[in-house]
């Protein structure tokens, strides 16, 4: 299984306007959804990584989590501070730290662990993804299985 790897870090400090709680809800609701071995999970070494680097940040919601299309394979991870919901996501509560994702992202990362890596010094989220048939040689892209 090829997995693949990127740093999550705040691109800024803005204060967001408050989300809606029944926005929140419904995207638990979608998310509660999914087939257990196909939600979005994390470790608790990710939950203290992404605890820290929200620490500071009240407008931070959780992890958005998603994927772009990219590189010579076909699709990047894209991470960043949540900050609102959007019509179409889902929240996993994941060890009591949200990941947040779209629903088109979430067909390439169902059933995805998301941990935190420290190895010699360098220091990332690494997303452990069942769905990842190959992945380029540089590790920046991937395609994953398709599905029927």
């Given at each position: ?21 029944a ?34 940040d ?90 029927d």
């Amino acid at each position: 299984m090829t997995a693949q790897t990127h740093s999550a870090q705040p691109v800024n400090h803005t204060p967001a306007a408050p989300v809606d709680p029944a926005a929140i809800q419904a995207a638990r609701e979608r998310a509660a959804a999914v087939p257990e071995g196909e939600r979005l999970t994390m470790t608790e070494a990710a939950r203290k990584h992404l605890e820290r680097t929200f620490a500071d940040d009240p407008g931070a919601l959780g992890l958005r989590l998603g994927i772009k299309k990219s590189g010579c394979s076909g699709f990047a991870y894209v991470m960043d501070v949540a900050r609102e919901v959007a019509d179409d996501d889902l929240w996993f509560e994941c060890e009591g730290m949200p990941i947040i994702t779209d629903a088109q992202s979430l067909d390439a990362i169902r059933g995805a662990e998301l941990d935190y890596v420290v190895e010699g010094l360098t220091r990332m989220l690494h997303v452990n993804n069942p769905n990842v048939e190959d992945s380029c040689g540089c590790g920046e892209s991937f395609t994953v299985r398709e599905t029927d």
